[in-house]
């Protein structure tokens, strides 16, 4: 198997904005604001996180084939849409 990549490119699906950002090695980034247009990225459905989603390399424990954060995508899949705010 190859070595976990740690860095991926996370492109912003409003703006286009694209930042080089180090994924946590054991966890998932649920939200991700973009640092040009401020759009809360989530992930889309069947993804677990938005590098997943938006990255230009899946998350660690996606390419080390291990179980992942608990599978969120379903929070998504019933409802939840993109645009809502978290906060």
């Given at each position: 198997m190859s070595p976990v990549v740690l860095e991926s490119v996370l492109r912003c699906q409003s703006c286009g904005h694209a930042r080089q950002e180090i994924m946590p090695a054991n966890a998932c980034?649920?939200?991700?604001?973009?640092?040009?247009c401020k759009t809360l990225l989530c992930p889309l459905p069947g993804d677990c996180c938005v590098y997943c989603s938006f990255?230009?390399?899946?998350?660690?424990?996606?390419q080390?084939?291990?179980?992942?954060?608990?599978q969120a995508s379903y929070r998504?899949?019933?409802?939840?849409?993109?645009?809502d705010s978290a906060f």
């Open positions: 980034l649920f939200f991700y604001e973009c640092e040009h990255g230009s390399v899946k998350c660690p424990p996606v080390a084939q291990q179980a992942c954060c608990g998504f899949e019933s409802g939840f849409k993109k645009t």
